[in-house]
């Protein structure tokens, strides 16, 4: 099942973070998510407490921004990455949202295949994004039908 990240979840989603990403988020900076960022939404996908995927939005008014998703190395290539970005498509439209924005490294082409599946398009580039090894970025936009 999909449902809103708690800070109880953080170890288990700091786990996956850490095997996700060369420069990941740490436990605090979830936490400041979690709860302070009122713009922010997270949500698990878990399965018998244990969770295997994550994904996060940022929701301003009728843009919105896909902040991160990652699945657990030993559950990928299942479909798990779709089942979160189809459920992210409904929370958009339920809250009447008109374009989605991400970004993403340059290098990281399973994740692009899989925005563009979801029809995001590369809109722009930005140059020496990442601070970890300075790799550029694709800004991605997808138009929300409904929005
Ligand atoms: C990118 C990621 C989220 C994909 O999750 P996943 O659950 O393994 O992906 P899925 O099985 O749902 O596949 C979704 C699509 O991703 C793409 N994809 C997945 N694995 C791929 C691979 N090995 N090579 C190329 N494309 C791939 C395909 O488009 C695939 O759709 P298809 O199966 O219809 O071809 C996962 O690899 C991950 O957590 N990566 C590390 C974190 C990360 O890079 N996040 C993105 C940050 S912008």
């Known amino acids: 099942m999909i449902r809103s990240m708690k800070l109880s979840d953080l170890d ?3 786990e996956i973070e850490n095997e996700a990403f060369s420069h990941p988020w740490s436990k605090e900076d979830f936490e400041v998510e979690l709860q302070s960022n009122p713009y922010a939404l997270y949500f698990v996908l878990v399965e018998d407490d244990l969770i295997k995927a994550y994904i ?3 929701l301003i008014y009728e843009r ?5 998703i990652a699945v657990k190395k030993d559950f ?3 479909g798990l990455s779709k089942i979160l970005m189809n459920f992210l498509d409904t929370v958009c439209i339920e ?3 008109e374009e989605v924005s991400l970004e993403v490294r340059v290098s990281n082409i399973k994740a692009i295949n899989l925005y563009h599946s979801f ?3 590369e809109k722009g580039i930005r140059k020496d994004y990442y601070q970890d090894n300075h790799e550029d970025a694709y800004l991605m936009v997808k138009e929300v039908k409904g929005g």
């Open 56 to 58: 996060g939005i940022w």
């Open 64 to 68: 919105a921004q896909i902040t991160t």
């Open 119 to 121: 029809g995001f398009i």
């Open 76 to 78: 990928r290539s299942q």
């Open 12 to 14: 288990q989603v700091c």
């Open 95 to 97: 809250n009447n949202v």
